[in-house]
Structure formats: structure tokens, C-alpha cells
């Protein structure tokens, strides 16, 4: 089944230490997002890419960086995490950037910072 | 700008039971409007969309309207279980602003046996 994959599922990582999360899709979609979301409440839009277009929201701290080196995988980076940074990580996935079909979201990666 | 308001959870409901979860939005233009449900642990999916004033999006017997008229895409189910217990966001998309989705804060429903 076509589908976007998240890896590490849980990642435990020491303050300060750098650290990244991964994402990998089989859907062929041009735009790949990354969430922070925090204990349930709504998903927090950290930057996008369409294609090889990077796309950064202005509250994004520069602490968070990301790369998408082809189609398939996108890969956030965290330069030094700080206890606030712990949170689910959520990445998606959507066709295009009409926003008409809905994103397709991966199972998440659970980041701990210790 | 665009945003979206849910009802305030948690919601508790016993099996069988209607559920009704309250969405509306302020957005310029004709937005997408969706509902996605979280299960414990897990990443968002989608459950249901629609695309224009008037559509109704349904799944695994869940279902929305878009009224444009009182700009609100309230989510239904007429026979609630316990395996829907979850937390269901409301979001809208909009083509300009990139796609990108504006969710609400989420709803916690609990349905026991």
C-alpha cells in the first residue's frame, strides 16, 4: 500500500544533542509538510516543501531545519533540542497544493528530550 | 486570516449513542474542509472531505456537510462504538495559501460499552 513513513517511532535524545526524524512516502506527492503537535492539541505547521521548494512559517524557531533530497524522503533536523521541543512529530503528505484532497499523514515520531 | 473552531471536548458518550461534533470556519473564498480522527499514539487520517458548498463527505458511517450559508462542516454519526473513541479535528485547506490546512484544537471523544 502506497503510504508515508515516519522512522524512529520514538526517539529519545539528550538536551542539546542534534537529533533527526525521517519521513519516506510511496504516494509520488509533490508536497511534504512537518507538524510539531503537543499532547492532542492541533498540529502546528513547522515549513512544507513543494517539489524542491522550501517553505518556512514565520514562528518556525531556526532551531528546526529540514531537507528533502529527492521525492520520496524528507528529513527534519533539530539542532539542539530543548526540553519544550519534545512533542509528536507528525509528517504529511498531499497531491498538490490546491489543498483539495486532504493531506496523508505518517504514524508519527514521539521525541523525548532528556 | 483562515481559522477554524471546534467544540470543546472531551466529549463521553455511550455506545449506540448520536454523536454531533460542532466545526465552523472563517476563511475568504470556497475553501476544502475536512475532518481527520486521531487514535491513541498515532499520526492523524483522514476520515472525511469536501470540496464545495453543499458536498457531503462520509465514512465508516461518520458524516459532514459544508453550509456555506453558516459557514460550519459539523461532523455526525448516528450509532456510535467504543472503537471510535479518538480525537477528531476539524481543518480546512485553502488553494491560496499553498494548501496548507488550518486545524482546529481537536475534540477527545470517549464512547463507553
Known amino acids: 500500500d502506497a503510504m508515508v513513513i515516519q522512522n524512529p517511532r520514538y526517539q529519545v535524545t539528550q538536551f542539546g544533542k542534534p537529533v533527526t526524524l525521517s519521513c519516506s512516502q510511496t504516494?509520488?506527492?509533490?508536497?511534504m509538510y512537518w507538524y510539531q503537535q503537543k499532547s492532542s492539541q492541533a498540529p502546528k505547521l513547522l515549513f512544507h516543501y513543494y517539489d524542491k521548494d522550501f517553505n518556512n512559517e514565520a514562528d518556525t524557531p531556526d532551531n528546526f531545519q529540514s531537507r528533502r533530497p529527492n521525492t520520496s524522503f524528507c528529513f527534519l533536523d533539530i539542532r539542539s533540542p530543548g526540553l519544550g521541543d519534545a512533542a509528536m512529530y507528525l509528517c504529511?503528505?498531499?497531491?498538490?497544493?490546491?489543498?483539495?484532497?486532504?493531506?496523508?499523514f505518517g504514524s508519527g515520531t514521539r521525541l523525548t528530550v532528556v | 486570516g483562515n481559522s477554524v473552531t471546534q467544540m470543546e471536548g472531551p466529549v463521553t458518550l455511550s455506545e449506540e449513542a448520536f454523536l454531533t461534533i460542532n466545526c465552523t470556519y472563517t476563511?475568504?473564498?470556497?475553501?476544502?474542509l475536512f475532518w481527520y480522527v486521531q487514535y491513541p499514539g498515532e499520526g492523524l487520517q483522514l476520515l472525511l472531505k469536501a470540496t464545495k458548498a453543499d458536498d457531503k463527505g462520509s465514512n465508516k458511517g461518520f458524516e459532514a456537510t459544508y453550509r456555506k450559508e453558516t459557514t460550519s462542516f459539523h461532523l455526525e454519526k448516528g450509532s456510535v462504538q467504543v472503537s471510535d473513541s479518538a480525537v477528531y479535528f476539524c481543518?480546512?485547506?485553502?488553494?491560496?495559501?499553498?494548501?496548507?490546512?488550518?486545524f482546529g484544537d481537536g475534540t477527545t471523544l470517549t464512547v463507553k460499552p
Open positions: 481543518a480546512l485547506s485553502h488553494n491560496t495559501n499553498a494548501g496548507k490546512s488550518t
Open positions: 504516494l509520488n506527492h509533490n508536497v
Open positions: 504529511a503528505t498531499s497531491r498538490g497544493p490546491q489543498g483539495t484532497s486532504g493531506y496523508t
Open positions: 476563511a475568504t473564498g470556497y475553501p476544502s
